[in-house]
């Protein structure tokens, strides 16, 4: 059974840092293309970023209002990715979804999601 | 600001059919990429209903379908029940932004 589950949200001031993780089981994490989604309160889907898996070189892309605050890197031997986010504003306030893009059917495609994690960015 | 553009509600009464539109432009739903459909229920996150713009995955019922024509494509539900109460998106490729693009979401009420 494929599991992706987040951890690390919280209240974070304007300007801050915050790292999340997501632990990932079920599947082969190595190729897996990871994606974070984040979703704003009462607000629709965004695409944040992604990392590509080993075989397709594990680069990274993002999505316009985070590229150069937001990072994301993975750890394979722990099957885990991160979303390294820094310079927090308050429109970043969300809850951020871990999602795995696995290339099996068509690419892209958010196979599945964790139940997310709620960022708060306040003062 | 989403590029990908979809009514906000629709609905229809138990048993009959709703149909839901996403629009985007030649640089997204108009390419070669695909076009997703998730659904996603009060306080879940969400889960893919359609993908390859008409391809159910295992489990998905029948009563969920896809198309695409140009730079549109749409998501019928039939047979409406209860429990399809829930918000929709569509999702794409946009060349242009180089950028994966969820549509604004459209509510379906039963």
């Known amino acids: 059974e494929v599991q992706l589950v987040e951890s690390g949200g919280g209240l974070v001031k304007p300007g801050g840092s915050l790292r999340l993780s997501c632990a990932a089981s079920g599947f082969s994490f190595t190729n897996a293309w990871m994606s974070w989604v984040r979703q704003a309160p009462g607000r629709g889907l965004e695409w944040v970023g992604h990392?590509?898996?080993?075989?397709?070189?594990?680069?990274?892309d993002y999505a316009a209002p985070v590229k150069g605050r937001f990072t994301i890197s993975r750890d394979d031997s722990k099957n885990t990715v991160f979303l390294q986010m820094n310079s927090l504003k308050t429109e970043d306030t969300a809850m951020y979804y871990c999602?795995?893009?696995?290339?099996?059917?068509?690419?892209?495609?958010?196979?599945?999601w964790g139940q997310g994690t709620l960022v708060t960015v306040s003062s | 600001q989403s590029v990908l553009t979809q009514a906000p509600s629709a609905s229809a009464a138990p048993g009959q059919r709703v149909t839901i539109s996403c629009t985007g432009s030649s640089s997204n739903i108009g390419t070669a990429y695909g076009v997703n459909w998730y659904r996603q229920l009060p306080g879940t996150p969400p889960k893919v209903l359609i993908y390859?713009?008409?391809k159910r995955p295992s489990g998905v019922p029948d009563r969920f379908s896809g198309s695409k024509s140009g730079n549109s494509a749409s998501l019928a539900i039939t047979g409406l029940q209860a429990e399809d109460e829930a918000d929709y998106y569509c999702q794409s490729r946009d060349s242009s932004l180089s950028s994966y693009v969820f549509g604004t979401g459209t509510r379906v009420t039963v």
């Open positions: 390859g713009n008409s």
């Open positions: 999602t795995s893009d696995l290339g099996v059917a068509v690419r892209p495609l958010f196979d599945f």
């Open positions: 990392i590509k898996g080993r075989a397709d070189g594990g680069t990274t």
